[in-house]
């Protein structure tokens, strides 16, 4: 794991090595194992590394290849190591040894500018080729790791991170405010829906799947990969169904356990989560080496407020997978003293850019601290599990059955239901009549569930033109892709790349700043090619919803935890509780935003006087669920990054 940065001149002009100096110091603020740079007269490439794996130790970091002349400064974890010592035909001599960045350079020996199609793993990357004079490079399909860049007619420059590339005296450090529309017109999580651009007007990022190529004064960015459903997997029976899939996620799960340190993975009480560490667990006991778990729980003096069928404490269920699993060491985090307001300029820091997902913010940062103090150099999660191996909502699957006129299995699908979560069939069959059939909306319409209202300044919105640039993405003012069911929408989730940027920004810069690398095989290209494939009637079966991997989960969670369709969990239900000794102040930074002039012309003001009208209540820990809530505190990290802007 790296930070990686360099710059290139495109007019031949001699580069002021002290320009590469400044980078490489403004990424002193991360641990290090090796600092080092290469360079010539016309390019810069410099690597501030972290070794995570055993190849990675001692490793030559700018690497150049002096008998092709080409030089590699990456990022990156390469997972399928097995199948490119085949491709590229790596002596069995050499295989244990090399670097993840030799195999990389290898690869684009082989095929060039295809060479990202073929690697599998979480990876950016740039090699200078002295012979053609061009710089190329990549970001992984999901864009694990961040990419920045600046380029002008005459200069191009790169980094992990855009603090450094600030440092240069030719960048000037403008506000997108395009960016910026696009965050505060999407109500969900994605930042914006340009995966190209950043906060700063002068800097872009190379967006997930795509590759860069700097060559003869033109820097091109170019879409390598698309993840499309391709042909339906057919196989005899469910056995073999499951049987496949575990072949695909153990080895998903394995190559991400390679590291000369500990292994830890996030543990919740689900499904996601608990499937990689039973499959990591049992695979580290084949070495005897324990895998150690991170929770978050709630504060100690926090009383659950959340209906029968949520629980914010998953504890019961934690204990019983690592009970279940062995050979785990648990670690349960509580993080007390810590809230989503205090932890807010430290968060935009380690960011670079507002983000949305407060709630969490504490306790992800949280186990990332937890993490270091256990020497852990991988850290698992299941991050993606809910659109690849937790595929599978009933109704959405039972309004696909009610539409297609298979009303016997429906019939004999709502029996096993019933069974399973309980409850009134009639109302289960208009919740799916409603889901097949949405035009029933219209000609009997019901109670509306309130919505996180628009954050968004309509005269900014209109002067940016957001909304027209939304629509020409089929997405409309809610921030929701238009005329399309979950299946449509999951299908658009692995077709537009923009959904990547905003947990991968987390993912990376958290990892850098711990010296612990993030991994998730339920992110695996292979794993999410594999789950596309499969008929959807492997995924509700006889009642059971995300039907697939709890199968397959089968000796490797308890029942308990692996059969549960009645409660979930939710994480973050304690922010507010947590900010009441920090309300005052809450309070008070919220009226001083409401009486900024230019914050208030970029949001949207009837929203924020609405909200405030409510702050003004005595906090009650139940308010972390309302919407105006959320607003608020989406609308003062936007402040806070703002005036650390200007």
Same mark, same amino acid.
């Given at each position: 794991?790296?930070?990686?940065?360099?710059?290139?001149?495109?007019?031949?002009?001699?580069?002021?090595? @002290?320009?590469?100096?400044?980078?490489?110091?403004?990424?002193?603020?991360?641990?290090?194992?090796?600092?080092?740079?290469?360079?010539?007269?016309?390019?810069?490439?410099?690597? #501030?590394?972290?070794?995570?794996?055993?190849?990675?130790?001692?490793?030559?970091?700018?690497?150049?290849?002096?008998?092709?002349?080409?030089?590699?400064?990456?990022?990156?974890?390469?997972?399928?190591?097995?199948?490119?010592?085949?491709?590229?035909?790596?002596?069995?001599?050499?295989?244990?040894?090399?670097?993840?960045?030799?195999?990389?350079?290898?690869?684009?020996?082989?095929?060039?500018?295809?060479?990202?199609?073929?690697?599998?793993?979480?990876?950016?990357?740039?090699?200078?080729?002295?012979?053609?004079?061009?710089?190329?490079?990549?970001?992984?399909?999901?864009?694990?790791?961040?990419?920045?860049?600046?380029?002008?007619?005459?200069?191009?420059?790169?980094?992990?991170?855009?603090?450094? =590339?600030?440092?240069?005296?030719?960048?000037?450090?403008?506000?997108?405010?395009?960016?910026?529309?696009?965050?505060?017109?999407?109500?969900?999580?994605?930042?914006?829906?340009?995966?190209?651009?950043?906060?700063?007007?002068?800097?872009? @990022?190379?967006?997930?799947? #795509?590759?860069?190529?700097?060559?003869?004064?033109?820097?091109?960015?170019?879409?390598?990969?698309?993840?499309?459903?391709?042909?339906?997997? *057919?196989?005899?029976?469910?056995?073999?169904?499951?049987?496949?899939?575990?072949?695909?996620?153990?080895?998903?799960?394995?190559?991400?356990?390679?590291? #000369?340190?500990?292994?830890?993975?996030? =543990?919740?009480?689900?499904?996601?989560?608990?499937?990689?560490?039973?499959?990591?667990?049992?695979?580290?006991?084949?070495?005897?080496?324990?895998?150690?778990?991170?929770?978050?729980?709630?504060?100690?003096?926090?009383?659950?407020?959340?209906?029968?069928?949520?629980?914010?404490?998953?504890?019961?269920?934690?204990?019983?997978?690592?009970?279940?699993?062995?050979?785990?060491?648990?670690?349960?985090?509580?993080?007390?003293?810590?809230?989503? /307001?205090?932890?807010?300029?430290?968060? =935009?820091?380690?960011?670079?850019?507002? /983000?949305?997902?407060?709630?969490?913010?504490?306790?992800?940062?949280?186990?990332?601290?937890?993490?270091?103090?256990?020497?852990?150099?991988?850290?698992?999660?299941?991050?993606?599990?809910?659109?690849? &191996?937790?595929?599978?909502?009933?109704?959405?699957?039972?309004?696909? $059955? $009610?539409?297609?006129?298979?009303?016997?299995?429906?019939?004999?699908?709502?029996?096993?239901?019933?069974?399973?979560?309980?409850?009134?069939?009639?109302?289960?069959?208009?919740?799916?009549?409603?889901?097949?059939?949405?035009?029933?909306?219209?000609?009997?319409?019901?109670?509306?569930?309130?919505?996180?209202? %628009?954050?968004?300044?309509?005269?900014?919105?209109? @002067?940016?033109?957001?909304?027209? *640039?939304?629509?020409?993405?089929?997405?409309? @003012?809610?921030?929701? /892709?238009?005329?399309?069911?979950?299946?449509?929408?999951?299908?658009?989730?692995?077709?537009?790349?923009? #959904?990547?940027?905003?947990? %991968?920004?987390?993912?990376?810069? $958290?990892? =850098?700043?711990?010296?612990?690398?993030?991994?998730?095989?339920?992110?695996? &290209?292979?794993? &999410?090619?594999?789950?596309?494939?499969?008929?959807?009637?492997?995924?509700?079966?006889?009642?059971?919803?995300?039907?697939?991997?709890?199968?397959?989960?089968?000796?490797?969670?308890?029942?308990?935890?692996?059969?549960?369709?009645?409660?979930?969990?939710?994480?973050?239900?304690?922010?507010?509780?947590?900010?009441?000794?920090?309300?005052?102040?809450?309070?008070?930074?919220?009226?001083?935003?409401?009486?900024?002039?230019?914050?208030?012309?970029?949001?949207?003001?009837?929203?924020?006087?609405?909200?405030?009208?409510?702050?003004?209540?005595?906090?009650?820990?139940?308010?972390?669920?309302?919407?105006?809530?959320?607003?608020?505190?989406?609308?003062?990290?936007?402040?806070?990054?703002?005036?650390?802007?200007?």
């Amino acid at each position: 794991m790296s930070a990686i940065t360099g710059i290139y001149h495109l007019n031949g002009e001699p580069i002021n090595i @002290q320009y590469g100096r400044d980078l490489m110091k403004a990424l002193q603020k991360y641990p290090s194992d090796a600092i080092q740079t290469w360079h010539t007269d016309q390019i810069f490439l410099g690597c #501030h590394a972290q070794w995570i794996t055993p190849e990675s130790v001692g490793e030559q970091l700018p690497f150049y290849d002096y008998e092709r002349q080409c030089a590699i400064t990456s990022d990156a974890l390469i997972d399928n190591r097995k199948e490119l010592f085949e491709r590229l035909r790596i002596e069995p001599s050499v295989q244990k040894h090399i670097t993840d960045s030799e195999l990389i350079l290898r690869a684009y020996y082989k095929w060039q500018d295809d060479a990202p199609k073929f690697l599998v793993g979480d990876f950016a990357f740039m090699i200078w080729d002295q012979k053609k004079q061009r710089l190329f490079g990549a970001r992984d399909f999901s864009g694990s790791r961040t990419l920045y860049y600046y380029k002008n007619h005459e200069k191009f420059a790169f980094c992990t991170i855009i603090e450094p =590339l600030l440092s240069l005296p030719y960048i000037e450090k403008k506000l997108n405010e395009q960016w910026l529309a696009e965050y505060l017109a999407l109500p969900g999580m994605v930042d914006a829906i340009d995966a190209s651009s950043t906060p700063y007007k002068n800097i872009g @990022q190379v967006p997930p799947s #795509h590759s860069i190529s700097v060559e003869k004064n033109k820097v091109t960015v170019k879409r390598y990969s698309y993840i499309t459903q391709g042909k339906r997997l *057919k196989l005899k029976s469910n056995e073999e169904y499951v049987e496949a899939f575990q072949d695909v996620f153990r080895e998903a799960v394995s190559c991400r356990l390679r590291t #000369h340190r500990n292994v830890g993975s996030q =543990l919740s009480g689900g499904l996601d989560s608990g499937a990689v560490v039973g499959f990591a667990a049992k695979h580290l006991q084949m070495g005897k080496k324990r895998l150690h778990t991170f929770s978050s729980i709630p504060a100690h003096d926090f009383k659950d407020f959340s209906p029968n069928y949520l629980l914010a404490d998953e504890t019961p269920y934690i204990q019983s997978t690592a009970k279940y699993v062995g050979g785990i060491t648990e670690h349960y985090c509580s993080f007390e003293g810590k809230d989503s /307001y205090s932890e807010m300029n430290d968060f =935009l820091n380690i960011m670079e850019m507002p /983000y949305k997902f407060f709630e969490n913010s504490f306790w992800l940062k949280g186990i990332f601290e937890k993490a270091q103090e256990e020497d852990i150099g991988v850290l698992l999660s299941g991050d993606r599990g809910n659109f690849s &191996i937790s595929w599978g909502d009933a109704y959405d699957y039972y309004s696909l $059955l $009610l539409k297609k006129l298979r009303w016997v299995h429906l019939y004999q699908e709502l029996d096993y239901f019933n069974e399973k979560v309980g409850g009134s069939r009639s109302r289960k069959l208009r919740i799916i009549a409603r889901s097949g059939f949405p035009i029933l909306d219209r000609i009997f319409p019901q109670e509306i569930a309130y919505k996180l209202p %628009s954050l968004i300044n309509p005269e900014f919105a209109k @002067q940016t033109g957001v909304y027209s *640039k939304f629509k020409e993405q089929g997405i409309n @003012q809610d921030g929701l /892709y238009t005329n399309t069911d979950i299946f449509g929408i999951r299908k658009k989730h692995f077709e537009d790349v923009f #959904h990547w940027n905003a947990s %991968s920004t987390l993912a990376t810069k $958290l990892s =850098l700043r711990h010296s612990v690398w993030k991994r998730d095989p339920t992110n695996d &290209i292979r794993v &999410i090619r594999f789950c596309l494939s499969l008929p959807e009637g492997q995924y509700v079966q006889k009642g059971m919803d995300r039907a697939l991997v709890r199968r397959a989960t089968k000796n490797y969670l308890p029942d308990n935890v692996r059969l549960n369709q009645q409660i979930h969990g939710v994480q973050g239900a304690d922010w507010v509780h947590r900010m009441m000794p920090n309300w005052e102040g809450f309070t008070d930074e919220l009226q001083k935003m409401s009486k900024d002039n230019y914050v208030m012309e970029l949001l949207n003001p009837p929203v924020i006087k609405a909200a405030l009208e409510k702050v003004k209540q005595t906090p009650r820990p139940e308010y972390a669920i309302d919407p105006d809530y959320k607003i608020l505190m989406r609308s003062l990290i936007v402040y806070r990054f703002i005036k650390k802007f200007l």
